[in-house]
């Protein structure tokens, strides 16, 4: 059974940074591109980084690129967001997700999703 399990998220004050953490199991996670979308409250999922199964690209949403980096470990099966300089319209629940097609920006490309973890940033 694959799961991927987020965590990390909490309340946060504009400018400050937040890491989060997916790890996966149950998947050949080397095998599987990763990526972190969000969504906030009455609005649709949106993209937010992916990162190649080999971890050697990585590509960001515009809202966030310069801010954050997603990295993975294929040793430890985690994929990791850093979050930095955020916002509060970086508030939402983020999602990691696995595509072993390659990734892409959406979300209806990506075959396992975890539960989410809340962001909030408060101005």
């Known amino acids: 059974q694959v799961q991927l399990v987020e965590s990390g998220g909490r309340l946060a004050q504009t400018g400050d940074s937040l890491r989060l953490v997916c790890a996966a199991s149950?998947?050949?996670?080397?095998?599987?591109?990763m990526g972190w979308f969000r969504q906030a409250p009455g609005k649709e999922r949106e993209f937010v980084a992916r990162?190649?199964?080999?971890?050697?690209?990585?590509y960001y949403a515009d809202s966030v690129r310069s801010r954050f980096t997603i990295f993975r470990d294929n040793a430890k099966n985690t994929v990791d967001l850093q979050m930095n300089n955020l916002k509060p319209e970086d508030t939402a629940v983020y999602f990691c997700?696995?595509?072993?097609?390659?990734?892409?920006?959406?979300?209806?490309?990506?075959?396992?999703w975890g539960h989410g973890t809340q962001v909030t940033v408060s101005s």
């Open positions: 997700a696995a595509d072993r097609r390659g990734g892409s920006v959406y979300p209806r490309d990506y075959e396992y």
């Open positions: 149950g998947l050949t996670f080397r095998m599987y591109a």
């Open positions: 990162i190649s199964a080999s971890g050697v690209n990585a």
